[in-house]
């Protein structure tokens, strides 16, 4: 269930109460007239079938309330009512098959930022790849995909996409692209100074590395994996699955790329280094295929679904 609170302007209340009321899946409807002071206005809450909400959503901001008003979604984790049972019941599909666009949106909106934290954390994991590329240690290349952050601008890229907002997806594609431009550059400085204190040698790049020679050496398979990534990416996503969004995020090998190329590149291993480059743009462009992909087949499974009820109920 999602727990809705709203703020309306007093001539436009009769109105909100009317769409939740006509929402099938809500309940516990509750109006504070003129209990808003900024901005003012009344207060309505209500709580929703996850299947329900996106509908809701899309009715409250056709009323204006994201302009003049406000709309706060929260999940509930909890709720013992038998009236909630009944709503959920009377929603059309699953809950776990429900995408609210909304909130996708807005979670790639922030994931996808140029920000300084996001930098950040793109030139650290990419740094800890680097160290294990050098020392053959996928430990540490688990770790370096762990804290990478790039999935956000992916995600934001395929959402951008599929509801037609090039605004997001150019926004994502470039904090994206940057974010590893700087992060490469970075660590080949990094390479430069630990090579310089003795720490990285050019034979340990050239050494035969069983653990993680496969980082330069693309083929069908990182192809495979990528695409399966970013459907299991994506379902994370829309059916708010943290956990297995980590389990996407250490099984891809886009910032370990990064950071043998970097390496390769401090080196002059040119070789490595485009090879490097190749199975970085082949996971990431796998990876947006299938959630681009993913998300239309969504889209379309809940339209079938929602039609199939609809005229189940008129029948």
């Not at 192809?223 to 297995?244: C, Q, R, W």
């Not at 082949?282 to 499974?301: D, S, Y």
């Amino acid at each position: 269930m999602l727990h809705l609170r709203m703020i309306t302007p007093a001539d436009r209340t009769e109105a909100v109460v009317a769409a939740v009321e006509s929402t099938v899946g809500t309940t516990h409807l509750v109006v504070l007239p003129g209990a808003a002071r900024d901005p003012r206005g009344d207060v309505v809450m209500c709580d929703v079938a996850r299947e329900a909400g996106d509908e809701l959503l899309g009715e409250l901001r056709r009323l204006g309330l994201e302009e003049d008003g406000s709309i706060a979604v929260e999940n509930i984790d909890l709720s013992l009512s038998r009236r909630a049972d009944a709503a959920e019941e009377e929603a059309p599909g699953e809950a776990a098959d429900a995408v609210l666009w909304e909130q996708l949106t807005e979670a790639t909106h922030e994931e996808s930022t140029l920000s300084i934290t996001y930098v950040a954390f793109m030139i650290l994991a990419t740094m800890i790849a680097a160290c294990g590329v050098v020392l053959d240690n996928a430990i540490l290349i688990v770790g370096a995909m762990a804290v990478g952050p790039e999935f956000g601008p992916l995600a934001g890229v395929c959402t951008g996409v599929v509801q037609r907002r090039p605004r997001l997806a150019l926004r994502s594609l470039t904090a994206l692209l940057i974010g590893f431009a700087v992060a490469i550059v970075a660590t080949t400085l990094f390479s430069l100074g630990m090579d310089a204190i003795g720490q990285f040698h050019m034979s340990m790049l050239d050494s035969p590395r069983p653990n993680t020679g496969f980082i330069w050496k693309p083929d069908s398979f990182s192809f495979v994996v990528s695409l399966l990534a970013g459907i299991a990416g994506v379902l994370s996503l829309t059916s708010a699955k943290s956990g297995a969004l980590v389990g996407v995020a250490i099984s891809v090998t886009t910032v370990p790329a990064g950071a043998n190329a970097a390496v390769a590149l401090s080196y002059g291993e040119f070789a490595q280094m485009w090879g490097s480059a190749e199975q970085l743009l082949l996971n990431l462009g796998g990876i947006m295929l299938a959630g681009v992909l993913t998300l239309h087949a969504q889209k379309a499974l809940w339209a079938t679904q929602r039609g199939r009820w609809s005229r189940r109920t008129k029948a």
